[in-house]
């Protein structure tokens, strides 16, 4: 299947990205893309992030863009099948399919969709993102919709797996406080400045996750502009709560979880009624490296 795509300094200098279909824009919605280091947290976040919104009385739309699928199943319980495999099943003709053939209820209304991915070594996870979207156009499942949450696979690495900021409003980072985790923030923060050339993304800010300190994330905030949204300390009530299926707003009280709960409603109610473009700029690898104190 030839993939569209577009050339040119657009997107950076010698760039080659999947196109944005003018006819798949996402209108009247927040669209958020949460981003980072591969295995930071992003599902867990992204998952607790849509049950926040909710919670605030948002319509909620969450799309897991990884090919393991797994990025709502707090939400639903279960894994639930991708919209390339449901496409797969009725050879890509779309008019044949119905809504909850692909697009599952989660968690307090949250609507969940897995979007897979190409076959491995094959295919673009950029086409994969746009397939989704047109689909959820065409059966107009975005009308009704006031968040949509895109959580999106691992490092920036090409033009692919930056898709989704095609169609955000705000690009959020999930990190640690060590140097891959901030070395991969780093990449994302360039692809967003790529991006926002052409389209309407910003970067929204940053969230610490699994992090005790924050000293290193906050020593590379203050040098490239970047503030610190929302903070979730190493908690072993967030890991039960992914062990038990469940969001951390269905686990039993306690002042552990309501903290983390009390983090996330805070953060979702920003993004919402204070959200604020932050203008960061890269640094070179060397710099980083300087930075963090690395020889």
């Known amino acids: ?25 996402i209108e009247g919605a927040l669209v958020i893309a949460v ?16 049950a926040a919104f909710s919670k605030l009385g948002k319509r909620v739309l969450q799309i897991g863009c990884d090919p393991k699928h797994d990025s709502t199943f707090t939400l639903t319980k279960r894994m639930v099948p991708t ?15 119905r809504p909850e053939d692909f697009m599952f209820e989660g968690y307090n209304g949250v609507m ?20 989704t979207v047109k689909l959820l156009k065409e059966h107009h499942l975005l009308e009704d919709t006031d968040v949509v949450i895109f959580d999106v696979l691992g490092d920036v690495v090409c033009g692919g797996f930056a898709a989704p900021l095609q169609h955000a409003h705000y690009c959020l980072i999930v990190t640690a406080n060590d140097f891959d985790s901030i070395f991969a923030m780093n990449r994302i923060i360039a692809a967003i400045q790529a991006k926002a050339k ?4 910003r970067l929204g800010g940053v969230i610490a996750n699994r992090a005790r300190e924050t000293d290193e994330i906050d020593k590379f905030n203050e040098r490239v502009g970047l503030k610190l949204l929302a903070h979730f300390q190493d908690v072993d009530a967030i890991r039960k709560s992914r062990l038990k299926k469940c969001t951390v707003f269905e686990m ?44």
């Open 1 to 25: 299947m030839k993939l569209p795509i577009i050339d040119g300094p657009g997107d950076g200098e010698g760039s080659l990205q999947v196109h944005l279909d003018p006819e798949t824009k």
């Open 35 to 50: 981003y980072g280091k591969g295995g930071i947290g992003k599902s867990t976040t992204s998952s607790n992030l849509s």
């Open 83 to 97: 919209v390339i495999d449901i496409l797969e099943t009725v050879d890509f003709h779309s008019e044949e399919l």
């Open 112 to 131: 969940c969709i897995e979007s897979g991915g190409p076959p491995a070594g094959t295919g673009c996870g950029g086409y994969v993102t746009g397939q």
């Open 198 to 201: 052409n389209y309407k993304v």
């Open 252 to 295: 039993e009280s306690t002042p552990e979880i309501d903290a983390v709960q009390a983090e996330y409603l805070k953060l979702a109610s920003t993004m919402l009624n204070d959200a604020t473009p932050q203008h960061a700029t890269p640094l070179k690898d060397r710099e980083i490296f300087d930075l963090l104190g690395f020889d």
